[in-house]
């Protein structure tokens, strides 16, 4: 069956309603950064520990990794456009439940929640962007949507900021509500039903699993920050536990015909090792965020304002950084520009350890700056490298193995770095806690944000400048772990891109062969999925997040679309 192209007007409009998408879940990952230590806070937040600080921010990613696969095959089966509307509902009604959580338990809740929304939308909306564009416009639509990304990091924190400053913390949540009413009004009146040919089938023991087996992993290592101890069995256990679970996970994936997740790609050398890097990297990244958010607001004392504007020169930097590091990758090989690249990002993240409460912001702002341009001259190069080394059939299988990986590095991140900082903090500030009663004494030991207010309340300002030394220090220790994680990172990922080269004429040209797209209108929209059509292959490969078709699949459909495209 002839198909048509989306009209080119048609095409621009839906690829701006799948930016507000993306933009949606890129505020929202940056606006609670500069929440963490308001949240914190006994008075004007809702009084939360470090580790409650943790599952705030690791439930969303946590649900996030281990749910995207499926929600891909979800919309394989259901429709891409259905899976898209039920995860914007969803992330909206979690944004509101989390703008109104009572306590700590409530918000933890609604942001996995909002993570399960987030897993609906992202595979479903670029799934939708790689069926709408064809031929060399797919390259430049992919190019324009990832500015949401862009937008998203320098806005976030900037609009958390004016939103604390004038309102109360959960407003930050409530701003996701009118995006999504965009968001849905632009589907309902722009986006046709676009479904993939072959259902994939869904992997409810796989998901069940990887949720289970990694919250259990971040339970244990989140409980050591608690009790100050790596070695008691309440935190060995439930990580003893996590492991074991999620090797039980890989080896359900490597029976399945068609897994979600495919382990099996993670054993090539470049493939495997640089997404072990790229996991390694977004440890780094989320465990250093968390620490700069209480150092801003907590030992700086910024505004949440001034603490917003103070990150954008990281935002700046990722922006800039991502096409210079594509057009070096052109010109040289990948490993020449990516491992020197991730070296310095490392060496930023342990400049952390320098920083003191007198620190000039001027040089602050530069190292983010440069941290900025290292991260985004890594992550792009690296992610299109290795997608490159799959055939097109295992580029869609691929997408989601790089992307499970980069949500679990964060999820760990998050869980290690907290976790650190809680142990260092509390050894550090216990001599200081002398002559302090035994209720408050308790809650000074909790995290430097309750020493703080104790410190205020009575009237003990050695405590505050003791609480402020300690976190300090913590954060000191912290940097130096992240920084040698990240160097590890680099490492492997000179191992796995060490021969990889830079990309060909001929390879560019391939990738640039225009090819047939969906219909579109309402007969499209009925029929779509229901004919027995050939369809685009490399839009069906190349999906980040979610393969288009099933691995093993209908070879004829397979053969009758490379018929269609010759």
Known sequence: MTTTAVPKLRQQLILAVLMVCSLLIWLDNTVLSITLETLADPVRGLDAGPSELQWATGSYTLTFATLMFTAGALGDRFGHRAVLVIGLVVFAGASVWAAYAGDAGQLIAARAAMGVGSALIMPANLAILMWTFTGP?????????????????????????VLLDHFWWGSVFLINVPVVVLALIGIALLVPKFRSPVARPLDPAGMLLSVTGLASLAYGLIRAGQVAAWGRADVLAPTVVGLVLLAAFVLVELRSKAPGFDPRLLAQRAFGGGNVALGLLFFAISAVTFYHAFYLQGARGYTPMEAGLAGLPTAIGAIAGAPVGARLVQRWSPALVTVPALTVAALTMGAYGLFGLQTPLLWIELLLLVQGLAIGMVIGPVTAALISTLPLER????????????????????????????????????????????????????????????????????????????????????????????????AVLLIAVRSAK????????????????????????????????????????????????????????RERGDRGAR
Do not use: C
């Open 502 to 557: 830079k990309p060909t004429a001929s390879v560019r040209e391939s990738e640039s062969v225009p090819e047939s797209g969906p219909e579109t209108g309402p007969e499209a929209d009925r029929e779509y999925g229901k004919t027995d059509r050939g369809y685009d292959r490399k839009g069906a490969s190349s999906v980040t997040g979610t393969a288009l078709r099933a691995e093993g699949g209908d070879r004829s459909a």
């Open 395 to 490: 580029a869609g299988a691929g997408a989601a193995v790089t992307n499970t990986v980069r949500q679990t590095g964060s999820v760990v991140g998050i869980a290690v770095g907290g976790t650190i900082m809680s142990i260092v903090y509390r050894r550090t500030v216990e001599p200081s806690l002398d002559g302090v009663s035994g209720a408050a004494r308790e809650q000074a030991r909790i995290s430097a944000e309750q020493a703080r207010h104790i410190a205020g309340a009575t009237g003990r300002p050695a405590l505050g400048r003791a609480a402020d030394a300690a976190f300090i220090h913590a954060m000191h220790v912290g940097a130096v772990w992240i920084m040698l994680v990240s160097l590890v990172g680099a």
């Open 137 to 161: 416009s797919r390259s430049t639509a992919i190019a324009v949507s990832s500015v949401s990304a862009g937008v998203g990091m320098a806005v976030g924190p900037v609009l958390a900021g």
